[in-house]
């Protein structure tokens, strides 16, 4: 059974950092492309960052770029994701998924992903 499971948010002030982990269980986890995802009240699920299955191919959504950084640690299943500079409009349920991918590339749409966290909440003061 395929378990993904995210942790590591909470309320934070603006400026603040956060780091989220998400743990695999049931997959190999070094041939499973994974990203992370968010969602606000209201708003659709969209993408966040994605990281290849070595961690060597990284995207981030241009509202991230600069602030958040994923990597992954295959020999823990594990991937991060760090948040720095965290602002109002980062607060969101964040999703870990993952998918597999015996090649490259990392999907930015969340019909790629077969496999989602429970999501784990990061709500930023202002």
């Known amino acids: 059974q395929v378990q993904l499971v995210e942790s590591g948010g909470g309320l934070v002030q603006a400026g603040a950092s956060v780091r989220l982990s998400c743990a695999a269980s049931?997959?190999?986890?070094?041939?499973?492309?994974t990203g992370w995802f968010r969602q606000a009240p209201g708003k659709e699920r969209e993408f966040v960052a994605g990281t290849g299955r070595s961690g060597g191919f990284t995207f981030y959504a241009d509202s991230v770029k600069g602030r958040f950084t994923i990597n992954r640690d295959n020999a823990k299943n594990t991937v991060y994701l760090q948040m720095n500079n965290l602002k109002f409009d980062d607060t969101a349920v964040y999703y870990c998924?993952?998918?597999?991918?015996?090649?490259?590339?990392?999907?930015?749409?969340?019909?790629?992903?077969?496999?989602w966290g429970q999501g784990t909440q990061v709500t930023v003061s202002s």
């Open positions: 049931g997959v190999t986890f070094s041939m499973h492309t």
């Open positions: 998924a993952s998918y597999y991918n015996p090649t490259y590339g990392v999907s930015r749409s969340p019909s790629g992903y077969n496999y």
